[in-house]
């Protein structure tokens, strides 16, 4: 057991230089830009949140119906719908400034060229870290299309690094044969930390319609669905890469949050279930403490990749 001193707080973990009051974050476009969370939960309490998904220009998103209910989560084909960065920089960071929370921007694009100018401006604003989404799956150019290839993620992580002046976070897709390989190769051009998984493509039919539900016919699914899953990913990764990963898919209590963490997680993001309850992230921060109490550890640290396989 790590020896903490009591005055010391056993949630904090540092991920690439950055310290994270606790390991729950809340993940991209599930917790908009804070201000609507900040009318039910207090920011302050959160470890961090990963905004919205930028891009240069404002994009109005997919035509709706963009969310369908499945039985244990959600399909949404959003389509990057933002403000743009000059907005976010005028009008949404000095908002979530006033909180003592990790700031992680979640930048998106077409080309590469379009991330590494999102790189380039936000480096100079007072966000804390970046969040590549190479993952996105509902956006018909761009995106994932770097984020499932190994000379796709290579390539764009070796560009932005060369923009970025803050901690760079890659964020994977699952939608690939071999997770490990892709996360290798974010490590070795530059990723700071790796965080997974975005979500997973997937249909819904309206049978009596005889049509998808959604406008774009498929969309992404997270929530509870995906949570095995991602376990298992989280736990492939951080076997594979030195640098720290965020694990993420499904979670909805602080014990999904300690799977993730016991697999190899440094921190979690909480996406699909803020909709479901808002206090959500709040929740899973004291159900992690919950676990830290119950079993006598004195810090996060204790947990991260304790897992023990069965022979
Ligand atoms: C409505 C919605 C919008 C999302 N938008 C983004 C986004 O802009 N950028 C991104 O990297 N991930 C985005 N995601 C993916 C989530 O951040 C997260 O990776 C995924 O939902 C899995 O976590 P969960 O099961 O806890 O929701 C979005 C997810 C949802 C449900």
Request: charged share 20%; with cysteine; proline share 5%.
């Amino acid at each position: 057991m790590t020896n903490i001193d009591s005055n010391s707080n056993r949630l904090e973990v540092d991920i690439a230089g950055i310290k994270f009051k606790n390991p729950v974050i809340g993940a991209s476009g599930t917790f908009g830009f804070g201000r609507e969370y900040s009318n039910y939960i207090d920011l302050n309490k959160l470890g961090g949140i990963s905004v919205k998904g930028l891009t240069i220009k404002p994009r109005k998103g997919n035509k709706p119906p963009r969310i369908a209910e499945t039985p244990a989560g959600i399909l949404n084909s959003i389509g990057l719908q933002n403000p743009g960065v000059e907005v976010f920089i005028k009008e949404e960071l000095p908002f979530l400034k006033k909180f003592n929370t990790v700031i992680i921007a979640n930048i998106a694009g077409n080309v590469i060229e379009e991330y590494c100018e999102l790189a380039e401006i936000l480096s100079d604003t007072d966000i804390d870290a970046f969040e590549l989404n190479v993952s996105c799956p509902n956006v018909k150019e761009g995106c994932v299309a770097f984020g499932n290839t190994v000379e796709g993620i290579s390539e764009i992580t070796k560009q932005v690094r060369k923009y970025c002046k803050k901690p760079l976070i890659v964020k994977l897709t699952p939608s690939v044969m071999d997770i490990k390989e892709i996360a290798l190769a974010a490590e070795a051009n530059g990723a700071d930390a790796v965080s997974l998984i975005n979500t997973i493509l997937g249909m819904v039919i309206d049978i009596h319609k005889k049509r998808p539900v959604l406008a774009n016919n498929f969309g992404g699914l997270s929530g509870p669905a995906v949570k095995p899953i991602a376990v298992r990913m989280t736990y492939e990764v951080s076997q594979t890469v030195k640098i720290p990963v965020i694990g993420m898919g499904g979670i909805s209590s602080g014990d999904d949050a300690v799977e993730f963490m016991l697999a190899g997680a440094h921190a979690v993001m909480v996406g699909t279930w803020n909709f479901v309850n808002p206090n959500a992230c709040i929740e899973v921060i004291e159900g992690i403490e919950k676990y830290l109490e119950r079993y006598n550890y004195c810090s996060i640290y204790d947990i991260i990749g304790k897992l023990e396989l069965n022979g």
